[in-house]
T-cell receptor, first 115, second 113 residues
Framework: GESVGLHLPTLSVQEGDNSIINCAYSNSASDYFIWYKQESGKGPQFIIDIRSNMDKRQGQRVTVLLNKTVKHLSLQIAATQPGDSAVYFCAENGMIYNQGGKLIFGQGTELSVKP | DSGVTQTPKHLITATGQRVTLRCSPRSGDLSVYWYQQSLDQGLQFLIQ???????AKGNILERFSAQQFPDLHSELNLSSLELGDSALYFC????????????FGPGTRLLVL
Protein backbone atom coordinates (compact mmCIF):
# COMPACT_ATOMS: atom_id res chain seq x y z
CA GLY A 1 0.00 0.00 0.00
CA GLU A 2 0.98 3.63 0.16
CA SER A 3 3.04 4.34 3.20
CA VAL A 4 6.20 6.09 4.15
CA GLY A 5 6.99 5.76 7.80
CA LEU A 6 9.50 7.14 10.25
CA HIS A 7 11.15 4.94 12.85
CA LEU A 8 11.41 7.52 15.62
CA PRO A 9 8.84 10.17 16.45
CA THR A 10 11.24 12.26 18.57
CA LEU A 11 14.99 12.76 18.60
CA SER A 12 16.95 14.82 21.09
CA VAL A 13 20.58 15.68 20.39
CA GLN A 14 23.25 17.89 21.87
CA GLU A 15 24.30 20.96 19.94
CA GLY A 16 27.29 20.14 17.79
CA ASP A 17 26.49 16.45 17.54
CA ASN A 18 25.40 14.76 14.35
CA SER A 19 21.74 13.81 13.92
CA ILE A 20 20.34 10.90 11.98
CA ILE A 21 16.67 10.71 11.09
CA ASN A 22 15.34 7.54 9.53
CA CYS A 23 12.50 6.70 7.20
CA ALA A 24 11.13 3.51 5.71
CA TYR A 25 9.18 3.33 2.51
CA SER A 26 6.95 0.56 1.33
CA ASN A 27 7.14 0.54 -2.45
CA SER A 28 10.31 -0.80 -3.98
CA ALA A 29 9.42 0.99 -7.22
CA SER A 30 9.58 4.41 -5.57
CA ASP A 31 12.05 6.52 -7.51
CA TYR A 32 12.16 9.92 -5.88
CA PHE A 33 12.40 11.00 -2.27
CA ILE A 34 12.45 14.36 -0.54
CA TRP A 35 13.26 15.53 2.97
CA TYR A 36 11.39 18.49 4.34
CA LYS A 37 11.86 20.51 7.51
CA GLN A 38 8.86 22.09 9.18
CA GLU A 39 9.25 24.69 11.87
CA SER A 40 6.39 25.59 14.13
CA GLY A 41 3.78 27.67 12.34
CA LYS A 42 5.45 27.36 8.95
CA GLY A 43 5.09 25.30 5.83
CA PRO A 44 7.40 22.38 4.96
CA GLN A 45 10.75 23.61 3.68
CA PHE A 46 12.73 21.60 1.12
CA ILE A 47 16.03 20.29 2.45
CA ILE A 48 17.35 17.75 0.00
CA ASP A 49 16.13 15.16 -2.46
CA ILE A 50 17.44 11.96 -3.98
CA ARG A 51 16.47 9.77 -6.90
CA SER A 52 16.57 6.02 -6.83
CA ASN A 53 19.58 5.82 -9.16
CA MET A 54 21.69 7.30 -6.36
CA ASP A 55 22.72 5.96 -2.95
CA LYS A 56 23.91 9.18 -1.40
CA ARG A 57 23.56 12.88 -1.91
CA GLN A 58 25.14 15.67 0.04
CA GLY A 59 24.09 19.22 0.67
CA GLN A 60 25.23 21.85 3.08
CA ARG A 61 25.59 20.00 6.42
CA VAL A 62 23.02 17.45 5.28
CA THR A 63 23.38 14.06 3.64
CA VAL A 64 20.65 11.75 2.45
CA LEU A 65 21.32 8.04 2.17
CA LEU A 66 19.14 5.65 0.25
CA ASN A 67 19.25 1.90 0.79
CA LYS A 68 16.98 0.34 -1.79
CA THR A 69 17.68 -3.18 -0.58
CA VAL A 70 15.87 -2.56 2.69
CA LYS A 71 13.77 0.37 1.46
CA HIS A 72 15.29 2.77 3.92
CA LEU A 73 16.08 6.47 3.73
CA SER A 74 18.02 8.54 6.21
CA LEU A 75 18.84 12.18 6.73
CA GLN A 76 22.09 13.05 8.42
CA ILE A 77 22.64 16.53 9.81
CA ALA A 78 26.20 17.40 10.71
CA ALA A 79 27.07 19.63 13.66
CA THR A 80 23.44 20.07 14.64
CA GLN A 81 22.51 23.58 15.66
CA PRO A 82 19.59 24.97 17.70
CA GLY A 83 18.13 26.31 14.46
CA ASP A 84 17.80 22.74 13.23
CA SER A 85 15.10 22.06 15.82
CA ALA A 86 11.97 21.24 13.84
CA VAL A 87 9.88 18.36 12.56
CA TYR A 88 11.47 16.50 9.67
CA PHE A 89 9.41 14.64 7.08
CA CYS A 90 10.44 12.26 4.40
CA ALA A 91 8.21 12.17 1.36
CA GLU A 92 7.87 9.81 -1.50
CA ASN A 93 6.77 10.98 -4.89
CA GLY A 94 3.55 9.30 -5.93
CA MET A 95 4.16 9.29 -9.67
CA ILE A 96 4.78 5.56 -9.57
CA TYR A 97 1.19 5.10 -8.57
CA ASN A 98 0.20 6.93 -11.72
CA GLN A 99 -1.12 9.68 -9.49
CA GLY A 100 0.57 12.74 -10.88
CA GLY A 101 2.83 14.61 -8.54
CA LYS A 102 1.30 13.45 -5.28
CA LEU A 103 3.71 13.36 -2.34
CA ILE A 104 3.23 10.72 0.31
CA PHE A 105 4.54 11.95 3.63
CA GLY A 106 5.83 10.06 6.61
CA GLN A 107 4.60 10.84 10.09
CA GLY A 108 7.51 13.13 10.90
CA THR A 109 10.32 13.14 13.46
CA GLU A 110 10.65 15.98 15.89
CA LEU A 111 14.27 16.98 16.34
CA SER A 112 15.16 18.82 19.53
CA VAL A 113 18.62 20.32 19.87
CA LYS A 114 19.88 20.92 23.39
CA PRO A 115 22.35 23.79 23.84
CA ASP B 1 10.52 32.25 1.62
CA SER B 2 9.47 29.64 -0.93
CA GLY B 3 7.77 32.10 -3.27
CA VAL B 4 4.37 30.44 -2.77
CA THR B 5 1.80 32.70 -1.16
CA GLN B 6 -1.40 31.74 0.61
CA THR B 7 -4.26 33.78 2.00
CA PRO B 8 -5.70 34.08 4.50
CA LYS B 9 -3.21 33.03 7.14
CA HIS B 10 -5.92 32.27 9.68
CA LEU B 11 -9.60 31.55 9.30
CA ILE B 12 -12.18 30.97 12.01
CA THR B 13 -15.66 29.95 11.01
CA ALA B 14 -18.65 27.93 12.14
CA THR B 15 -19.88 24.49 11.23
CA GLY B 16 -21.94 24.40 8.07
CA GLN B 17 -20.19 27.38 6.55
CA ARG B 18 -18.17 27.64 3.35
CA VAL B 19 -14.69 29.11 2.96
CA THR B 20 -12.26 29.74 0.12
CA LEU B 21 -8.51 29.44 0.47
CA ARG B 22 -6.27 31.07 -2.08
CA CYS B 23 -2.82 30.18 -3.37
CA SER B 24 -0.39 31.82 -5.78
CA PRO B 25 2.39 29.55 -7.03
CA ARG B 26 6.03 30.43 -7.51
CA SER B 27 6.75 32.41 -10.64
CA GLY B 28 7.05 30.00 -13.55
CA ASP B 29 5.47 27.02 -11.82
CA LEU B 30 2.55 25.50 -13.67
CA SER B 31 1.47 22.92 -11.12
CA VAL B 32 -0.29 23.53 -7.83
CA TYR B 33 -0.97 21.05 -5.07
CA TRP B 34 -3.16 21.18 -1.98
CA TYR B 35 -2.41 19.31 1.24
CA GLN B 36 -4.18 19.07 4.56
CA GLN B 37 -2.22 18.72 7.78
CA SER B 38 -4.05 17.58 10.89
CA LEU B 39 -2.72 16.17 14.14
CA ASP B 40 -4.17 12.72 13.62
CA GLN B 41 -3.66 12.36 9.88
CA GLY B 42 -0.40 14.15 9.21
CA LEU B 43 0.18 15.70 5.80
CA GLN B 44 -2.33 14.37 3.31
CA PHE B 45 -2.46 15.11 -0.40
CA LEU B 46 -5.78 16.50 -1.57
CA ILE B 47 -5.51 17.48 -5.21
CA GLN B 48 -3.14 18.62 -7.96
CA UNK B 49 -3.65 20.97 -10.89
CA UNK B 50 -1.43 21.53 -13.86
CA UNK B 51 -1.93 24.54 -16.10
CA UNK B 52 -5.59 24.78 -15.21
CA UNK B 53 -6.42 21.10 -15.45
CA UNK B 54 -6.88 18.60 -12.64
CA UNK B 55 -4.04 16.09 -12.74
CA ALA B 56 -4.31 13.99 -9.60
CA LYS B 57 -6.74 13.54 -6.77
CA GLY B 58 -6.19 12.23 -3.28
CA ASN B 59 -8.69 11.50 -0.55
CA ILE B 60 -10.44 14.81 -1.03
CA LEU B 61 -13.94 15.00 0.38
CA GLU B 62 -16.84 15.71 -1.94
CA ARG B 63 -17.52 18.83 0.13
CA PHE B 64 -14.13 20.15 -1.00
CA SER B 65 -13.34 21.41 -4.47
CA ALA B 66 -10.54 23.31 -6.13
CA GLN B 67 -9.67 25.02 -9.34
CA GLN B 68 -6.71 26.66 -11.02
CA PHE B 69 -7.28 29.84 -12.94
CA PRO B 70 -5.66 31.09 -16.19
CA ASP B 71 -3.23 33.21 -14.17
CA LEU B 72 -2.26 29.94 -12.40
CA HIS B 73 -3.44 30.88 -8.95
CA SER B 74 -5.60 28.29 -7.27
CA GLU B 75 -8.48 28.24 -4.84
CA LEU B 76 -9.60 25.51 -2.51
CA ASN B 77 -13.26 25.65 -1.55
CA LEU B 78 -14.43 23.93 1.61
CA SER B 79 -18.17 23.71 2.19
CA SER B 80 -20.56 22.37 4.83
CA LEU B 81 -17.68 22.62 7.23
CA GLU B 82 -17.40 20.21 10.13
CA LEU B 83 -15.34 20.38 13.29
CA GLY B 84 -13.02 17.75 11.86
CA ASP B 85 -12.08 20.01 8.97
CA SER B 86 -10.05 22.13 11.35
CA ALA B 87 -6.49 21.80 10.11
CA LEU B 88 -3.63 23.48 8.34
CA TYR B 89 -4.08 23.67 4.59
CA PHE B 90 -0.96 23.98 2.50
CA CYS B 91 -0.50 24.83 -1.10
CA UNK B 92 2.64 23.78 -2.96
CA UNK B 93 3.86 24.40 -6.48
CA UNK B 94 6.33 22.93 -8.92
CA UNK B 95 7.35 23.63 -12.52
CA UNK B 96 5.91 20.64 -14.35
CA UNK B 97 4.11 18.48 -11.81
CA UNK B 98 6.08 15.40 -12.76
CA UNK B 99 8.20 13.87 -10.00
CA UNK B 100 9.99 16.96 -8.80
CA UNK B 101 10.43 19.06 -5.70
CA UNK B 102 7.34 20.82 -4.47
CA UNK B 103 7.70 24.15 -2.71
CA PHE B 104 5.22 24.86 0.03
CA GLY B 105 3.47 28.03 1.08
CA PRO B 106 3.05 29.17 4.68
CA GLY B 107 -0.38 27.58 5.00
CA THR B 108 -3.85 28.62 6.10
CA ARG B 109 -4.91 27.61 9.58
CA LEU B 110 -8.62 26.81 9.59
CA LEU B 111 -10.56 26.55 12.81
CA VAL B 112 -14.16 25.38 12.63
CA LEU B 113 -16.17 26.09 15.78
Amino acid sequence: GESVGLHLPTLSVQEGDNSIINCAYSNSASDYFIWYKQESGKGPQFIIDIRSNMDKRQGQRVTVLLNKTVKHLSLQIAATQPGDSAVYFCAENGMIYNQGGKLIFGQGTELSVKP
Amino acid sequence: DSGVTQTPKHLITATGQRVTLRCSPRSGDLSVYWYQQSLDQGLQFLIQYYNGEERAKGNILERFSAQQFPDLHSELNLSSLELGDSALYFCASSPSGMGETQYFGPGTRLLVL
